[in-house]
């Protein structure tokens, strides 16, 4: 395949686009975006899901590096890595 882009930048790009590519995933994006650091059950509660859901989608954004996580004392309090993932979002809502 002919591309300017080399192979590891699109295999990377490929595994985190699947990553993001799932409705709760999206939403706990834009759930993270709106309201910085959250603990899963503040993710849980608010898209009303169960939490062993909620971690679940927590943890595959977590090792594509979508997401970051903070001991605080008991809590885990969860963030983007980069604002740029929710960007990604919007321009998925500009373009459908």
Known sequence: MKTHFNVHFLEDSTETLRAIAHPIRIAIIDLLSNNGQM????????????????????RILK????????????NSLYSLTRPEFHEIIKTLIKVL
Do not use: F, M, P, W
Request: aromatic share 4%; net charge negative.
């Open 39 to 58: 603990t899963v059950t503040d993710i849980y509660q608010h898209l009303q899901i169960e939490q062993a859901i909620a971690s679940h989608h927590l």
């Open 63 to 74: 090792n594509k590096d979508v997401v970051v996580v903070e001991r605080d004392g008991k």
